[in-house]
């Protein structure tokens, strides 16, 4: 897929507008930006007095650690099923 | 485990410290940071305009996207693995 080829999607996050460009369709990018406005919500709940860009750094860190916790469970996974297929 | 049982570290991602706290030891938290921090560079190399918390929120939806992608492929494999069982 060339450069032009992107898909460019206008999304709010935070009550921020952003442009994201990617293979993606515009509903999966909708998706997304929805579940880190989410998130960013959740975190202000709990910690009112961080601003924008402390709330978003967070965000990022609770996200990374989710995506590591889920690559662990996807690794065991496919330890357990090399050794079911042997 | 209770709120004083809470493992607090201290991070820096972006220039910026920041202290987490949660039940995972020091070196995930650091592990996290740096992957955080690595993102942020990686999308400020590509978008030298973007601010920090712009930065983030990017950083957040790149990784959100991602966790999807990895959370289907982990259905997808739970699926096989099921067949291949009965």
Avoid at 6 to 24: A, D, F, L, N, P
Avoid at 42 to 71: D, F, M
């Amino acid at each position: 897929m060339t450069e032009n080829e992107k898909i460019r999607t206008m999304v709010m996050i935070y009550g921020e507008q952003y442009t994201i460009s990617g293979t993606e369709t515009t509903e999966h990018m909708q998706q997304v930006a929805s579940l880190v406005d989410t998130k960013m919500r959740e975190i202000h709940s709990v910690n009112p007095n961080l601003n924008t860009s402390s709330l978003a750094v967070l965000t990022a860190v609770n996200t990374i650690h989710e995506y590591i916790k889920l690559q662990e469970k996807y690794d065991k996974l496919v330890e357990e099923f090399k050794q079911l297929k042997d």
